[in-house]
């Protein structure tokens, strides 16, 4: 089973993903540069964080037209799983792949710091193994992270049940504490805190096993070897 | 043919909090003596420099691309195109 790890030119977590991914849950991943496509016998795909294009225009917004966020588009109807940590949820929110947008979090400043999310939809390939309302603690890095949608698009997404994660406390300004939502089918996941960082408890101060969940989770959805 | 300005001015809609505009406001220029401002709302300003017939024209060719290329993000913001000789 073999997972994607795409690089745009200012990502930044690529390595710590693809770290995560191989060295401690022994999955097959491999890099894919923004400009070319994806091969077919790829099982899920992850959009790390970063800065994209030194999030010019603003965040994401100029990596959502690169050539392989056509092959993303592609998978994602076809219900590989998908997620997109910080960056790379706000490359999924720019393609139109998950609704909303990210504005600059209410403090204007660039936060780096540890929160927690409470898990509100474990229906997810990234949630399924974790309990409904389970904490999980994680950082957060980020200055364009206050997520925002108008009301009929929150109301929308209550009923589809596409808010997987919310901030345990207010955090940046975002629409009802949300962190993470997912699309209609809930394949296409994002989220703006670092699973990729908190995994291990080497350089995980609270507790390492429930973000060590998300991906035991993607493991769970798409097996474990080839 | 004619070579035209188009200030294509990014702002929120109306009700999304600005917290930029409100610290200007607030932390500068209603500490000073200027009590008679009563809103300021930050923008993004994109100026092209197009070629087109006329500027009917140049403004709906400005307008396509920033829809069509996301310029703005349709969830927050709102585009306002000016057109001005070059």
Known sequence: MKVGVIVFPGSNCDRDM?????????????????????????????????????????????????????????????????????????ILVEAGLLPGALLKNTSLNFMCRWTSLIVENNKTPFTNKLKLHQKIPIPI?????????????LKKLKKNNQIVFRYSEVVNGSTDRIAGVCNEDGNVVGMMPHPERATESAINPIDNKPS????????????VKN | MAIF?????????????????????????????????????????????????????????????????????????KVTIDVFDA
């Not at chain 1, 998908?82 to 790379?88: A, D, F, K, Q, S």
């Not at chain 1, 890095?141 to 698009?153: C, S």
């Open chain 2, 5 to 77: 300005n188009v200030h294509v001015t990014i702002e929120n809609k109306p009700g999304i909090s600005d917290p930029e505009g409100e610290t200007i406001l607030n932390d500068l220029v209603l500490k000073g003596t200027h009590s008679s401002i009563s809103k300021i709302k930050t923008a993004k300003m994109l100026k092209f420099t197009i070629k087109e017939k006329d500027k009917k024209i140049a403004k709906a060719k400005v307008q396509e691309i920033c829809d069509d290329l996301r310029i703005y993000n349709p969830m927050v913001s």
């Open chain 1, 212 to 223: 060590s969940l998300i991906f035991e989770s993607l493991i769970k959805t798409i097996g």
């Open chain 1, 141 to 153: 890095a980020n200055g364009e992270g206050r997520y925002y949608v108008d009301e009929l698009t």
């Open chain 1, 18 to 90: 693809y770290h995560v991914l191989t060295d401690v849950f022994k999955l097959d991943a491999e890099y894919f540069w923004h400009e070319k496509g994806l091969p077919k016998n790829i099982d899920a795909v992850i959009l790390p964080g970063g800065f994209s294009y030194g999030d010019r225009l603003r965040s994401g917004a100029i990596a959502a037209h690169s050539p392989i966020i056509n092959d993303v588009r592609k998978m994602a109807e076809k219900g590989i799983p998908i997620l997109g940590v910080c960056n790379g949820f706000q």
